[in-house]
């Protein structure tokens, strides 16, 4: 059996999660910062850290024995009511750091199943250590954006569309521009596309409409 330990600020909640999703168990960080997971079958795990408010902090390790991950630093969110920038996917990712906490459109194409996402096909990965990270965008009640928008959004739409291979043609219908607050993990790396040796199902941001007051990412 694996063991997990490290150390996150104190007042933080930490999760631990396998590549597919799957939660593992939850854990509470004393009042020293220090953690541990005991029991683990050996495997690959994601360690996030957050407050339950806050956008969180993400650690992947490669548990086969005793492992130490070091300290989880835990971000907090800094609001803006700015006018809302309209970006792509791509473009949120790459600037996730500056735009995290801020209202934004992200123009993507929309994708629903278990967790609604916008993706797209980024020349880049977000990573963890060896894990990648897909090119998604959670969803968590967004909102149409404000009309005053439109021409701006269109534009991206037209770029996204336009991107797409002859092959392979986007659904106009599919491609969107939604409203809300980005919130992104801190702790991941940008790395060109596609080369991380496993990979997580898991969205690595997420935009969620201005009511919510969770705004953990993975949650």
């Given at each position: 059996?694996?063991?997990?330990?490290?150390?996150?600020?104190?007042?933080?909640?930490?999760?631990?999660?396998?590549?597919?999703?799957?939660?593992?168990?939850?854990?509470?960080?004393?009042?020293?910062?220090?953690?541990?997971?005991?029991?683990?079958?050996?495997?690959?795990?994601?360690?996030?850290?957050?407050?339950?408010?806050?956008?969180?902090?993400?650690?992947?390790?490669?548990?086969?024995?005793?492992?130490?991950?070091?300290?989880?630093?835990?971000?907090?969110?800094?609001?803006?009511r700015a006018a809302a920038r309209v970006v792509t996917v791509c473009e949120a990712f790459g600037n996730r750091l500056a735009l995290s906490g801020k209202l934004v459109v992200i123009v993507g194409?929309?994708?629903?199943?278990?967790?609604?996402?916008?993706?797209?096909?980024?020349?880049?990965?977000?990573?963890?250590?060896?894990?990648?990270?897909?090119?998604?965008?959670?969803?968590?009640?967004?909102?149409?954006?404000?009309?005053?928008?439109?021409?701006?959004?269109?534009?991206?739409?037209?770029?996204?569309?336009?991107?797409?291979?002859?092959?392979?043609?986007?659904?106009?219908?599919?491609?969107?521009?939604?409203?809300?607050?980005?919130?992104?993990?801190?702790?991941?790396?940008?790395?060109?596309?596609?080369?991380?040796?496993?990979?997580?199902?898991?969205?690595?941001?997420?935009?969620?409409?201005?009511?919510?007051?969770?705004?953990?990412?993975?949650?």
């Amino acid at each position: 059996m694996a063991t997990i330990r490290g150390t996150a600020s104190p007042g933080a909640k930490l999760r631990l999660f396998g590549l597919d999703g799957t939660a593992v168990t939850n854990a509470a960080v004393g009042a020293t910062g220090k953690f541990e997971f005991h029991d683990l079958a050996p495997d690959w795990y994601l360690i996030l850290a957050d407050t339950g408010a806050s956008n969180g902090s993400v650690k992947a390790t490669h548990a086969t024995g005793d492992v130490d991950v070091g300290f989880l630093p835990l971000p907090m969110l800094v609001g803006s009511r700015a006018a809302a920038r309209v970006v792509t996917v791509c473009e949120a990712f790459g600037n996730r750091l500056a735009l995290s906490g801020k209202l934004v459109v992200i123009v993507g194409i929309f994708k629903s199943g278990m967790d609604e996402t916008l993706r797209l096909d980024c020349p880049f990965q977000l990573v963890s250590g060896d894990v990648g990270w897909p090119s998604a965008i959670g969803l968590t009640n967004p909102l149409p954006p404000p009309e005053a928008l439109r021409a701006e959004i269109e534009k991206k739409r037209q770029e996204v569309i336009k991107s797409s291979p002859p092959e392979a043609p986007l659904r106009p219908e599919r491609v969107v521009g939604l409203y809300g607050k980005f919130v992104s993990l801190a702790g991941l790396k940008t790395e060109s596309c596609c080369k991380a040796p496993v990979e997580t199902v898991l969205p690595p941001a997420r935009l969620f409409g201005l009511s919510e007051i969770d705004r953990r990412v993975i949650r």
